[in-house]
């Protein structure tokens, strides 16, 4: 996303009473420490355009620390997330492509209908992100056949054991097709009364270009890289003063 390099003349200038080795640590120092400051504002930025953003969501860009031979450091998705994270669409603006959530109901219930996306309804339980709590999410998947590991999920046999044990036990369905219901999934609860949790919708979110999670990280690097920058060389020069001592 950001990539920062040491390559200026006033950098040259300041080390050249430093070894090649001694300067090159100097500029790594200092770039890794202005990418830290980049991704701590990026996160904060989070802060600011989304709320209450998750910790998957803030955990999204790393470091990509410079070394001795690179003399670059980047702030970038992280590559464990990057193909299936949400942030490059918001960032860029366009079509939300599926989470893995949409792609499992997608994949693994008997609907007929267009699924596309999923939206929690009122009666669903949220965390306090404003997301789907995991503890009822997880039950209801179990309840409509759409957990990843078929082994949870839940079965005819399994399912009237536990009415016999606890008649106040809730229970999710997703409605038949034809229903006067709308489609999504719903809760039954032991009184007989239902209530929707979660939406199912054909259309796609397409979000605005340019919600403005990395404004201001080009003048973060531009502000901060001078200062650690004089740091590191003075930290370095030191050093290396107090070999030559140490040798007599």
Known sequence: MLSMRVDDRAFLEAAKNLSERDAKTAAVWALNDTADDVLQH???RMDVVFDKPTRFTKNALMVWRATKSTLESKVIERPSVGRRHYLKVQEEGGRRGQTGLE???DNRLSYSGDLRSVIPASGARLNHYGNWSTGERNQALSAVQAQRDGKTNTTATSRKRNRKRNRKR????VPATGSRLSPGIWKRDGKGRIKKILHFTSLAPIYDRRLGF???AA????????DHLRRTLQKVAKRAADRAA???
Do not use: H, I, N, T
Not at 170 to 173: E, L, N, S, T
Not at 219 to 226: I, Q, S, W
């Open 42 to 44: 990026m996160q904060g």
């Open 103 to 105: 792609k499992l109901l």
């Open 170 to 173: 809730a229970g999710f369905f």
């Open 214 to 216: 990395q404004d201001g």
């Open 219 to 226: 003048e973060v690097y531009e502000a901060r890289l001078p």
């Open 246 to 248: 140490s040798r007599g």
